[in-house]
Structures are given as C-alpha cells and as structure tokens.
T-cell receptor, first 114, second 111 residues
Framework: SQKIEQNSEALNIQEGKTATLTCNYT??????LQWYRQDPGRGPVFLLL?????KEKRKERLKVTFDTTLKQSLFHITASQPADSATYLC?????????????FGKGTKLSVIP | EAQVTQNPRYLITVTGKKLTVTCSQN?????MSWYRQDPGLGLRQIYY???????DKGDVPEGYKVSRKEKRNFPLILESPSPNQTSLYFC??????????FGNGTRLTVT
C-alpha cells in the first residue's frame, strides 16, 4: 500500500538558518506533490505544488525539490524566522481521474528558535 | 474572498445526539472532502465528493454520512456520535489537480 513518511516529527532550528524538511514515499508514483503549512487548530494552507516533470520550485524563501528516482521531496525555508514555526505537511496526488485525491503525510512540526 | 466556511467552530455534544457540521465553498469547486485530524494520526479522509450527487467513502467513513445536493455545500452528519469521534474536523475543496482549500476546522467533543 502507499506510504508517505515525513522523516521528522519535530525539527528545531536557530533563527536565520535554513530549515530542510523531508518527505519520502513508497509504492506510489505521484503526478505531483504539494506542501502545506498548518498552524495549531487551523486548517492547512497551501504553499507550493511541484509536478513530476519538475525538479525544483521556488517561492520567496521557500524551495521544493522533487526526485522521482529517490521518491523524495525536500522542502527548504531559507533565512528562517520564528513566524515560520508551524507544522508542514506534504501531500501526493495522481493524474487523470485521481487528480483530486491527495494522500497526506503526518507532518513535521518546525520550531524556529530566536 | 475565496473561502471554505465550516460551522460551528466548536461543538460539545453527548453520545447519540445527532449533529450536522456544515461546509460551504464559494469557488465553484467540483471536489469537496471531509477530514478528521487526531494527534499522531495526521489527516484522515472521511468522505469526498467529485460533484453534485456523487459521494464516496474515504479511509475512515464509519459513523459518518454526507450529502451533496448543491455544488457549494457538503454537510457532514453524525447520526449517533460516540466519544471516539471526538476530533478536529476539516472540510476542503478544490478543482482537479489544484491545491485544496481548507476550512478553519470544527473541534468536536462527544461526552
């Protein structure tokens, strides 16, 4: 069966450093991958989408890579700030008729320490 | 403003008392979905709908019902709530291959 692992349940980093979060998957060939941010008690908010034929996507301080050979995505936040503290979820999706359905990882809780 | 609206935000009820959590979206999305989120278990899908009058079970559908009579609304019904349905619930909507838009959640406590 499909499996998604976000390698760390929690990650603590110093303000100003680059945070790197990992999402690995098995038994799956996703057409695209998404990253969401979730604050406590709130709904996830979409950050970035990367498709299977793309290696890298950037948005301001965020960067996502997608390696379909390694079956892995890395999510980077550069120059991290305390306001970046949140739980980050990766989600994988299919193409065609299955393109609506997403499978979510359990998330990594990032804490940026001032 | 594009949004998914869930009500109520908080709900405390007793075992067996039927309840409905409403969900409405204003983006004309064909796809809507309900999730529950519990500590250590992540987001788990309850039911989803590809369009009006089309619904299907997700990973954890037992004890829940849904309906999709209109494109914008997708209510979640618990006909006989039990304490193991105490959770944080999210409604979401999207178009094909596009990001999900989530509501702000409903925190349900069943005593």
């Amino acid at each position: 069966s499909q499996k998604i692992e976000q390698n760390s349940e929690a990650l603590n980093i110093q303000e100003g450093k680059t945070a790197t979060l990992t999402c690995n998957y098995t038994n799956y060939s996703p057409a695209y991958l998404q990253w969401y941010r979730q604050d406590p008690g709130r709904g996830p908010v979409f950050l970035l989408l990367i498709r299977e034929n793309e290696k890298e996507k950037r948005k301001e301080r965020l960067k996502v890579t997608f390696d379909t050979t390694l079956k892995q995505s890395l999510f980077h936040i550069t120059a991290s700030q305390p306001a970046d503290s949140a739980t980050y979820l990766c989600a994988l999706g299919d193409s065609g008729a299955g393109s609506y359905q997403l499978t979510f990882g359990k998330g990594t809780k990032l804490s940026v320490i001032p | 403003e594009a949004q998914v609206t869930q009500n109520p935000r908080y709900l405390i009820t007793v075992t067996g008392k039927k309840l409905t959590v409403t969900c409405s979206q204003n983006m004309n999305h064909e796809y809507m979905s309900w999730y529950r989120q519990d500590p250590g278990l992540g987001l788990r899908q309850i039911y989803y709908s590809m369009n009006v009058e089309v619904t299907d079970k997700g990973d954890v559908p037992e004890g829940y019902k849904v309906s999709r009579k209109e494109k914008r609304n997708f209510p979640l019904i618990l006909e006989s709530p039990s304490p193991n349905q105490t959770s944080l619930y999210f409604c979401a909507s999207s178009s094909s291959g596009q990001p999900l838009h989530f509501g702000n959640g409903t925190r349900l406590t069943v005593t």
